[in-house]
């Protein structure tokens, strides 16, 4: 391996960190805005059941107007129909005095529909101004943890800020400006590891001859994905997942008799 190479892959480890972070720290604003949308959303339900109540009790009135003129109507052809003179006139009068009461009969109803709606309407609102509180209890405890969640980001980005100016201090400036123009034009990722007989990142077939030489310990070159132009590195995972799997494969019986106790 290249000697400079493992420092390149700790930067590319604290790259990945960083984009990670980034990442997080980038949605902060869209959580928040969610939380305020939600509490938007839940006092607009509080104005539009006012609003409701509010014209149900204009209507209430209008009908309870209504109810009154037709009253009204009913007892002036009432007064009248003592003085006609013509069994004609006596008819119509009683003909509009049937009509008055009609009239109120309608008006009543509807009058009465307003109160039995004026009192949902009034149940809305204190469900409304109800479920406000808790919406707002729960986002002041979301916007709470929101924030130490950033804040915690924030402490991350520090640290990996540091840790990538550690990781940066160890490679020449000329490589440090290669891996970065390389990370720059593919998200942030400069490097790439051998995976299987392809490239770690692009799936890339790899010449055998490369990853031959890669695997050399006296190696000093580069060498770059034809295709996506990273650097490739070979990490000799064969002593690590060896052992790995061979405590994994111990670990399952080992596990098993511990449960049936
Ligand atoms: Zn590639």
């Not at 130490?148 to 020449?172: I, M, Q, W």
């Not at 490097?191 to 007989?197: F, N, Q, T, V």
Request: with cysteine; aromatic share 6%.
């Amino acid at each position: 391996m290249h000697p400079h190479l493992k420092y390149l892959i700790e930067l590319q480890g604290v790259d990945f960190r960083l984009i990670e972070i980034r990442e997080r720290v980038s949605k902060f604003p869209k959580r928040l805005a969610e939380v305020e949308a939600r509490v938007t959303a839940a006092r607009h339900r509080i104005t539009t059941a006012k609003e409701a109540l509010t014209s149900s009790l204009k209507e209430r009135k209008t009908y309870e107007m209504d109810v009154e003129q037709w009253k009204e109507r009913a007892k002036k052809y009432r007064n009248q129909s003592g003085e006609v003179k013509t069994n004609e006139a006596y008819k119509a009068l009683q003909h509009e005095i049937q009509n008055a009461e009609n009239e109120i009969a309608k008006a009543e109803d509807r009058l009465l529909d307003r109160m039995v709606a004026g009192e949902e309407y009034e149940r809305q609102v204190k469900a409304a101004e109800a479920a406000v509180k808790e919406i707002e209890a729960t986002a002041s405890k979301e916007r709470q943890a929101i924030q130490a969640e950033y804040n915690a980001a924030h402490k991350e980005l520090a640290a990996a800020d540091a840790a990538r100016a550690a990781a940066v201090a160890a490679v020449p400036e000329d490589l440090v400006d290669h891996y970065e123009r390389i990370a720059k034009r593919h998200g942030g990722i400069a490097l790439a590891e051998i995976r299987g007989e392809g490239c770690g990142q692009c799936g890339v077939h790899i010449r055998p001859h490369v990853i031959q030489l890669l695997q050399r310990d006296g190696n000093e070159e580069f060498y770059h994905c034809e295709t996506c132009t990273r650097i490739l590195y070979y990490a000799n995972h064969s002593a690590a997942p060896a052992s790995a799997s061979a405590g994994a494969s111990s670990a399952d019986p080992s596990v098993a008799p511990a449960r049936e106790t």
